[in-house]
C-alpha cells in the first residue's frame, strides 16, 4: 500500500457551468501523482450537476466526490465550506496535495480550508512540482531533515523578475492555489472509467448567516480569454478607448477569437478589466497572441508568455516586447494592421477555414 495519499482537485461550476481551471488542474495533479505514484481525486459541489463528474473522470480523475443539494445552487463561503470539509472528514486519508483555482471562488474557500487543517498554502502558482527538501537544524546545524515528496508550488514576485519556490511538507494537506490558464489541461478520453462517490452532507444553521437574494451576471463584460485559441490585445499605444476598434476589427477575421488588453490599457478606462492579461489580470495561453502597441512590461509577460506564438507590433523598436515575442513588426500598427487583416484572411481562405 503506498503510504503517500492522493492529490485531490477542488472542482468548481457556476451555474452547473464547468469551469475550465477543474480540467487544468486535473491535468497538474496528474503530472503531479504521476511523481508520487498515487491517483487523483476530485470534488464538485453544487445543485443539479448533471454529467460533470463524468467529465472530471475522462479528464483525469480517479475518483470523484460529488456533493449535489439546493443548499449549493449559488456559491455561499459557508455552505461550500461545509460540504468540503464534510468530504474531506470522510476520506479514510487526509490529502497529500489539495489544489484550487485562484479564483474568486478558490480565494475566498482555499484559505478556509488551509485554516481548518491547520496547514500552509501557496497562492496564485504559475507551476507546480515535486521534490526533496534538506532541513538544517538552526540551534545543531550537524542535524539534518529530509522531507520527501513534497510540494514545490512555484509563483512569480517581483514581476517574474525573480520565481519563488514555497514549500511546506511539515503537514499535510499541502494546498495551492493555481492561475488560470498557468497549467495545461490533458485530452479527454471518454473511456476513461472511474469512480463517483455522491456524499451527502448535514448543514448547520449557522451556516446560512449569508444568505444569496439575487445573483446578477452582465453576461456581455464576461470575457473568458482563457479559452480562446486567437488574441488580439492592444496597449497604451492605441492612443484612445477608440484604438480598440482596430483590434477588434482584427479579431473578428479569426473563429474562437478574444479581444484582450495591457494593464495600462484598463487603467485609462479604455476598456473593461475582464478583458486584461498580465499579473493582476487573466494569464493565458492561446495558440496565436497578437500584441498591438503593448510595450511589453514584465507584468504583461507573465500574463502571456506561454502563448505558442507571439506577435508584436510597436513603434518602438527598443519596446521590451520585441526580446520574447517570435515574431516582430516595427511600424505604425494603424498601417501595419490592415496589411496584416488582409494576409490573415487570405491565408484563412486558401487553408479553408475562412
Known amino acids: 500500500m503506498n503510504q503517500i495519499a492522493d492529490v485531490l482537485v477542488i472542482a468548481e461550476q457556476i451555474q452547473t457551468d464547468l469551469q475550465s481551471i477543474s480540467l487544468e488542474l486535473l491535468g497538474a495533479a496528474r503530472q503531479l501523482a504521476g511523481k508520487l505514484g498515487v491517483g487523483v481525486q476530485a470534488i464538485i459541489m453544487g445543485h443539479n450537476i448533471g454529467d460533470i463528474p463524468q467529465t472530471l473522470i475522462h479528464s483525469g480523475a480517479d475518483e470523484v466526490f460529488v456533493v449535489d443539494q439546493p443548499e449549493l445552487a449559488e456559491y455561499t463561503t459557508l455552505t461550500y465550506r461545509r460540504a468540503l470539509i464534510t468530504v474531506l472528514e470522510s476520506l479514510p486519508r487526509t490529502p497529500h496535495i489539495i489544489l484550487c483555482g485562484a479564483t474568486t471562488i478558490g480565494r475566498d474557500l482555499a484559505p478556509r480550508i488551509a485554516a481548518y487543517f491547520k496547514t500552509g498554502m501557496t497562492a496564485d ?94 453576461v456581455a463584460s464576461n470575457v473568458d480569454l482563457t479559452k480562446a485559441k486567437v488574441i488580439i490585445s492592444g496597449g497604451f499605444g492605441l492612443g484612445g478607448p477608440e484604438g480598440f476598434d482596430i483590434v477588434r476589427d482584427l479579431a473578428s477575421v479569426f473563429k474562437d477569437s478574444a479581444v484582450g488588453s495591457s494593464r495600462r490599457g484598463v487603467n485609462a478606462g479604455w476598456i473593461s478589466y475582464s478583458h486584461q492579461v498580465g499579473q493582476t489580470g487573466k494569464t493565458v495561453r492561446p495558440e496565436l497572441y497578437i500584441a498591438l502597441g503593448i ?43 490592415p496589411l496584416l487583416k488582409e494576409q490573415f484572411k487570405k491565408a484563412l481562405a486558401s487553408a479553408g477555414r475562412g
Open 295 to 337: 510595450s511589453g512590461a514584465i507584468q504583461h509577460r507573465v500574463g502571456m508568455g506561454k502563448s505558442k506564438t507571439i506577435i508584436a507590433i510597436n513603434k518602438d523598436e527598443s519596446a521590451p516586447i520585441f526580446q520574447y515575442a517570435h515574431y516582430g513588426i516595427v511600424g505604425d500598427l494603424f498601417v501595419v494592421v
Open 125 to 218: 502558482c504559475t507551476e507546480l512540482d515535486i521534490g526533496d527538501y534538506e532541513h538544517k537544524s538552526k540551534v545543531d546545524p550537524s542535524k539534518i531533515g529530509i522531507y520527501h515528496n513534497c510540494l514545490y508550488s512555484i509563483r512569480p514576485s517581483f514581476g517574474e523578475s525573480l520565481k519563488a519556490r514555497i514549500i511546506g511538507p511539515w503537514r499535510n494537506p499541502q494546498m495551492a492555489t493555481a492561475r488560470s490558464g498557468a497549467m495545461e489541461p490533458i485530452q479527454p478520453d471518454t473511456s476513461r472509467s472511474g469512480n463517483i462517490v455522491p456524499v451527502k452532507v448535514n448543514f448547520q444553521e449557522t451556516d446560512f448567516r449569508v444568505k444569496v437574494i439575487e445573483t446578477i451576471r452582465d
